[in-house]
Every structure is written in C-alpha cells, then in structure tokens.
C-alpha cells in the first residue's frame, strides 16, 4: 500500500528559528512530490519537485527531493509568526492514472 | 481568474438524509479532484475526473458515495444515507492537464457535518 509518513507531527519554535520538516515515502510508480501550506482551509500550492538534489526556493522557504533514500525536506528560515500552518506533503503517483497521496501534515506554530 | 469555489461552505445536516457539494474549477483546467479531510488528518483521495469521466473513482469509500461532472467543468460530489462518520471537510481540487507538471488548487471546502 502507497505510504506518506511526514515528521515531526508538531513542531513549536520561536520567531526567527530555522526549521526542517520531513516527507519520506513509500510507493510505486512515484512520479512527483509536492509541498502545500494549509492554513484555515484551502491547502496552497509550494513546490513540485520531481528530480533528485535540485533545490527548490521561494523566499526563505526551499525544498529537495532524495529519489534514492525516498524523503523530501522543506526548510523555513528566519521563521515568522505568519509562517504558522500545517505542512502537507504529497506524492504523485500512476497506477492506471495520475492521483495524490497526501501525508498526515507536520503542524507548525511560531511563537512571537 | 477566480480559483476553486466549493459551495456550501458548511453544510450541517440529520443522519440518513442526502446532500450534495457542488465544486467549480478554474476555468480551463481539464482535471478535477475530491478529496475528503477529517481533523488532525491530511487530506484523503476520492476521485479524479479528466474531463467528464470518472478517471479513477477507487477512493470513494462505499456506493452512498456519487460523483459527476456532466460537462467537464462543475462537479457535485453527492452523498446518499449519510451518516456521522462521513462528517469531514471535503476537498475539491483542480489542475490544468491532471498530468506530471499539473500541480492541484484547492477550494476552501465544505465542512459537512452530520448529526
């Protein structure tokens, strides 16, 4: 069975840390993995990211994927209080058609 | 354009009664997604149309569970004999080919709520 497994569940720190979030994955057919920040509702969209070692970046916020040792990590610098959001990460797979599989989300609250 | 519209945003209704979620994509995109999200869990597949057909439906969790989308744009995600463990936000979710490079934009959801 397809298994997205985000880590840590929470995560507590004070404004200005550095964070590292974790996606790692088991699955066939992995076509694509990406990265949504979900605030009240609507999850929006971060990065997509499908090769090996290419660093993703927006900001302070930057992501890679390892396709050999199967996880994802996004990184937050210089965190702000706006920064606080569930992290959702999810895998793209083919089995017949494209879907999403989805991970439980790392939840993210910084402290001013 | 607008983005993805769910209407209603919350729908509360009795055990055993029938409700429909309506979804508009935005415009142009060919893939459209449902997916339903319970508290504290990250959001879980339903279905997927390309276009007007059911691609791939695999995820709908028993036959009370029904969708459409006559003309390839407005879905409604229909739910017969409902009952409290289908209570959750559902998600509908949009992308402009469904395919590899075609990242999903979702809606607010509709939290539905059955009592």
């Known amino acids: 069975e397809d298994k997205v497994v985000q880590s840590p569940l929470s995560l507590v720190v004070h404004e200005g840390d550095t964070v590292t979030l974790n996606c790692s994955y088991e699955v066939t057919n992995f076509r694509s993995l990406l990265w949504y920040k979900q605030e009240k509702k609507a999850p929006t969209f971060l990065f997509m990211l499908?090769?090996?070692?290419i660093e993703k970046k927006s900001g302070r916020l930057s992501s890679i994927l390892d396709k050999k040792e199967l996880f994802s990590i996004l990184n937050i610098t210089a965190t702000q209080t706006g920064d606080s959001a569930v992290y959702l990460c999810a895998v793209g797979v083919t089995s017949g058609t494209y879907k999403y599989i989805f991970g439980t989300g790392t939840r993210l609250k910084v402290l001013a | 354009g607008a983005g993805v519209s769910q209407t209603p945003s919350n729908k509360v209704t009795e055990k055993g009664k029938y409700v429909e979620l309506r979804c508009d994509p935005i415009s142009g995109h060919t893939a459209l997604y449902w997916y339903r999200q319970s508290l504290g869990q990250g959001p879980e597949f339903l279905i997927y149309f390309q276009g007007t057909g059911a691609a791939d439906d695999s995820g709908l969790p028993n036959d009370r569970f029904f969708a459409v989308r006559p003309e390839g744009s407005v879905s409604t995600l229909k739910i017969q004999r409902t009952e409290r463990g289908d209570s959750a936000v559902y998600l509908c979710?949009?992308?402009?080919?469904?395919?590899?490079?075609?990242?999903?934009?979702f809606g607010n959801g509709t939290r539905l709520t059955v009592t």
């Open positions: 979710a949009s992308s402009l080919t469904g395919g590899l490079n075609s990242p999903l934009h």
């Open positions: 499908t090769s090996s070692g």
